[in-house]
């Protein structure tokens, strides 16, 4: 099992807005937009979560334009090396040869380049469909809702792929997961996605932001411990500071 990190977008954030609520509001911070290619034993290559459409190097407003209170604080920086594509070749891969998508949840952050992997079996959670699709305005349909996209719901807890196992952690989104991947050498890594944003949330322990503010904090703390428990280290959804100490493709984890 090898764990590849990809690199699919970035974002220019309010700090005081997003990573540190009420503090520094105002200075700006870059933050990277994970994606996670997992090589397993049985041959599958399941990619965790998309990124930004790609659409955003020409036009980084193109989600937020009608949304400027969106717009100002969370803006797309994107560029060609950011494309599914490009990440994918860095490790010898093509868009073909994505077997399956493991979808953390629909944000446009999260969703946006499913649309280069039509056909492609995307194991979501359905709960959190059916409440993305009553919400076009949080999860912005055109990235996801696709009719050449393949939806597969799988639901609740549990190990798929022989060593990733999903963990429901609502509250950044309803039905939000995380997940922990069992590698042969490095061990146990948890990608906690956004139920940890950054370290500010967890060392602030402060979720009043999200959501659901107190299924954010049950489900921040529960992962906190998991990997506590595990030795392993928690992965955050969007954190430059610890983005910066992870191997990046082509390197990789096995
Ligand atoms: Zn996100």
Redesign the pocket.
Known sequence: MRLHVLSLGTTDVDKGVLLTPGVDLGTRVVTP?PGYLIETDGGERVLIDTGLHPGHIEDPSMTWRDVPEFDAILRPVMGPEHTLAHQLGLIGMTTDDVTHVLSSHL?F??AGQLAALPGRPILVSGPHLAAARANPDGFPPRYWDLPELDYVEVDGEQELFGGIEVIETPGHAPHHRSFVVHLPRSGTIVLGI?AVLSHHQLERDDWSDQVDPDAATASGRRLARLAHAAGAPLWF??DPDQWATLRHAPAFYD
């Open positions: 937009v944000h952050d999260h956004d959804g969007h």
